[in-house]
């Protein structure tokens, strides 16, 4: 998939949310969050990510934005392969839905679609020390829920738990990593 397609995916998939926010009369604010993130494979090792993300909050909860993390991890058998300094590289658009509370934690639904730059080393599980350099791209998508905290008006911590793939497929034999993801961050608005 190209990032082209994928950039367009994104575009109509919030496009219908940004026409009924812009209705409202309220204006929103924008938040970056910075965050670190830790995926548990289904192969059962841990990538380790810090991620910034920068949305627009509306005032009636949609929160539309951009990210980009950067996850590693330094092995990874899958599918018959041994991979080694596994660097993931993904850029994404992102949306979040935020439920109206009155309280100080407030919940919150999330998504983000988009492309992931990949490079490892790889080599075949009988012949470890025989390494190949790749070098490629993947679809990129997250899911998942979680809760902020007002430190103050202007600052949230959050955590969140949601299911995560760098190189989505629908080819059983492509590499894939993907799992439980765990993110843990701030809000500054």
């Known amino acids: 998939m190209t990032l082209k397609k994928i950039l367009f995916g994104n575009l109509l998939l919030i496009l219908p949310f940004l026409s009924f926010a812009q209705d409202k009369t309220n204006t929103g604010t ?3 969050s910075p965050a670190f993130e830790l995926l548990r494979s ?8 810090p991620s910034l993300k920068v949305n627009y909050l509306f005032s009636n909860g ?5 990210g980009i993390e950067y996850a590693t991890t330094p092995i990874h058998h899958d599918n ?3 991979l080694y300094k596994l660097k993931f590289l993904p850029i994404y658009g992102n949306l979040k ?4 509370t009155t ?11 988009g492309i992931s730059f990949n490079k490892y080393d790889i080599a075949e599980d009988p012949t470890p020390d025989i390494k190949s350099k790749v070098s490629e791209e993947g679809f990129y998508v997250y899911t998942g829920l979680g809760a902020k905290y007002s430190i ?7 955590l969140a738990v949601g299911l995560k793939g760098y190189k989505m497929s629908t080819n059983d034999l492509d590499i ?4 439980l993801s765990f993110m843990l961050g701030f809000t500054f608005l």
């Open 103 to 113: 309280k100080k934690i407030r919940p919150y639904v999330e998504t983000s679609l």
């Open 80 to 82: 018959g392969y041994v």
């Open 62 to 66: 949609l929160e539309p934005g951009f």
């Open 30 to 32: 924008f938040s970056v």
């Open 42 to 49: 289904t192969h059962s090792n841990l990538f380790y990510a």
């Open 152 to 158: 103050t008006p202007k600052l949230n911590t959050f």
């Open 97 to 100: 839905y935020n439920f109206k």
């Open 176 to 179: 894939n990593p993907h799992g």
